[in-house]
């Protein structure tokens, strides 16, 4: 091998794309290395899923029986459409629309996760310079994509059902007035059991968003109202509510997004998407030169969970009662450890995976920060709450932080809050 | 939903972005509905694999086998690194290299099929107006990649070796005398039973487009070699050669993909790179925006096949078996009703799903040709070669096709190409 022996250690490096080259780290991966170094610490920041309720006997089961059958195995194991499974996306219609299922499916397109989703549509939407409007705090997976897009994230304050429709209007108006109305082509929303905020949008609220987006309507280019529905299925209380399309959203401007990464199995990751033309077919048109369409496999196995009614009774039995005793006890441990000091304020999540929690407002709980340095030391980890918050628009509350009550068992959750109120009682002095 | 239906025809649909609303329909895509619109006619143009030799009974097994554990079932359940499943990347890199295999998994990223990695790589190294260098003719979905990325391909003539040495010499003298050898990029290179032309580099000719490479290193940027190595299992003589950087490649420019879509399953999409830095940490950093990583559980599955020597049972027992008994079909079937043709040439693939057909050079075979329209008529459809030409550098042959013995049982190659030869004499007259 004398070519690279020779000159390999001499010769400059490839050279990036300006992109590439100026793209900042994820700011979690900082969190994850914290935890890799550390790992004694009770990491309340994962948005990981619950292993004990991951379904290893009920995927082997419907992998046996889907290999049964030669003509169902086979189809599983070979390239499929870019849209999806058509008998997938027509399941996916009936379990989560009102009506005009096959509409839906007709329109609808699976993804690897509904992040990959998220990341083709806002690529087909949006140039550098153009404007996303969103929830402050809102999920920073999205705020990090934007970045990466070279696009401007606007954030509208919120309460307990999430974004507030006056805020919205303001916001808007504010740019009409300003001339940058012209950029902004899409409000990300996450209405149910948001991440990180963890509220849920009534169906009053999301009509009353819905008359905002309308009135404003006229006055630049067409707004896309971005549902990202991914934790829907993730309800601890109360019934379920129709997603914005069901509640009169206009379908040619709304694009719903879910997933079965949080309900199922992030390991299969199968998303999917709902998209009015010209998208669908821009969409499509991107996935057919990056990869001919998601795995076939995984859209199979998600196609036999739900058409035998499987993923149902996993829910039912499994999912449910155990994240709903983990909320139980992250909720329980905040308040008794965390509602007695004077400036703390957490609502009740009805569903989802995450409590966010707001600290007096004197304190920074920013990573480098004392509070974050203290926290560490008391062996306790958390996502900072300025990472969810758009840089323009309404102000970084940087005394918040996102609890994650999806990985821990009930006992480290607990303890992991008892260490949190510490933290938190050492830096009030 | 009063809002939606008084509302809904009136308005304007959404914007697209730039590149989404100029990106062109894949070509590929009028032959698949070419297809569709007629179910009789045997395609040799789909790339898929031969449905038989899909591993239904060992995928079945193997997920069995990996569920009874609940540590590694459950771990292929949840979310993993983005760079992919440790113990695998060390397996591919056992497996694929001849040395350095704990450098070369540090080095690897694993993806949804290589496509998804072809695409990240290119966008981390690429902006538009760079130049990429391939082989006339190439494969026709990275050329669509490289159109959407806004990049030039420009080809170089090739013989039954793969890419001519002395002309990517002329072509980058010739790109360095015009000022243009600073927006050259990439060369990429399918080295083993290539798609299209389904030719195989020898170790000498590697050697050789190396040392253009190295000649040329210092008149511009440095050139990353991406050697797309998709097919490289699917030998059916001979013997295995090895990869670019086990014949003395500079490993910090050399770029090795690979995939276990051709040798196991597209429907699972389990890709490979590996990359050297600063483009690996380039690519993880879109990757972990984009998707946080590929599908845990498929790479548990691919994983598994490699450490019990399943994939290679498989692949000696059913797959190679069966390819290469309908390689020879379709070679057969050539000599037998193409070879006599006066102006008709071919070469035998050693492996590989393809076989390239030179015509007389009077002949058209582009879609819409009166040519396509015979086979079209005599009930054949075909991969057009010119799809498969960049539209700069070597000159596009439209005499040319790409036959795919991937999916036809063995009487309906022999058969398509009899209906073949025939709308061929019928053109010539």
Request: net charge negative; with cysteine.
């Amino acid at each position: 091998m004398p070519l690279a022996a020779s000159v390999e250690s001499s010769r400059p490096p490839l050279h990036l794309s300006h992109q590439a080259a100026t793209a900042p780290e994820q700011p979690i991966s900082r969190l994850m290395a914290e935890a890799l170094r550390n790992p004694e610490l009770i990491s309340l920041a994962a948005g990981f899923v619950d292993e004990r309720t991951l379904p290893c006997k009920l995927v082997a089961e419907t992998v046996e029986r889907l290999m049964q059958d030669p003509v169902a195995g086979r189809s599983a194991l070979q390239y499929g459409l870019t849209e999806g499974d058509a008998v997938l996306r027509r399941q996916i219609a009936e379990r989560y629309f009102a009506a005009d299922h096959a509409t839906h499916a007709d329109a609808m397109v699976l993804s690897t996760g509904s992040n990959q989703l998220l990341h083709l549509i806002s690529d087909c939407l949006l140039e550098p310079g153009d404007v996303v409007i969103c929830a402050a705090p809102t999920y920073f997976v999205y705020l990090a994509m934007l970045r990466d897009l070279g696009v401007t994230a606007i954030s509208v304050a919120g309460d307990v059902e999430g974004m507030l429709p006056a805020d919205l209007d303001a916001t808007l108006t504010r740019l009409t007035d300003t001339g940058r109305r012209d950029r902004v082509k899409v409000l990300y929303l996450v209405p149910y059991f948001d991440n990180p905020a963890a509220t849920t949008m009534s169906v009053a609220r999301r009509r009353e968003i819905l008359e905002v987006l309308e009135r404003h309507d006229a006055s630049g280019p067409p707004i896309a109202l971005l549902a990202d529905n991914a934790y829907r299925d993730l309800r601890y209380d109360g019934e379920d509510l129709p997603c914005f399309v069901d509640c009169g959203a206009d379908p040619t401007r709304t694009l719903e997004t879910g997933t079965f990464s949080k309900n199922l199995s992030p390991g299969i990751r199968v998303g999917w998407g709902v998209l009015p033309e010209p998208l669908r077919g821009a969409v499509l048109r991107r996935k057919s030169v990056i990869d001919f369409g998601s795995p076939q496999f995984n859209q199979a196995i998600v196609r036999e969970l739900l058409v035998g009614g499987d993923l149902d009774q996993h829910l039912r039995e499994v999912l449910l009662p155990s994240y709903r005793s983990k909320r139980d006890a992250m909720v329980a441990a905040c308040e008794r450890w965390l509602r007695p000091i004077a400036g703390v304020a957490f609502d009740v999540p009805e569903g989802g995976m995450y409590v966010w929690l707001r600290l007096p407002e004197t304190l920074n709980a920013s990573p480098g920060s004392s509070l974050w340095d203290t926290c560490v030391q008391h062996g306790v980890l958390y996502v900072p709450g300025e990472y969810c918050f758009a840089s323009e628009g309404a102000p970084v509350q940087a005394n918040t932080m996102r609890l994650s009550f999806g990985v821990q068992e009930e006992t480290r959750i607990t303890r992991g809050i008892e260490l949190l109120a510490e933290a938190v009682r050492a830096q009030l002095g």
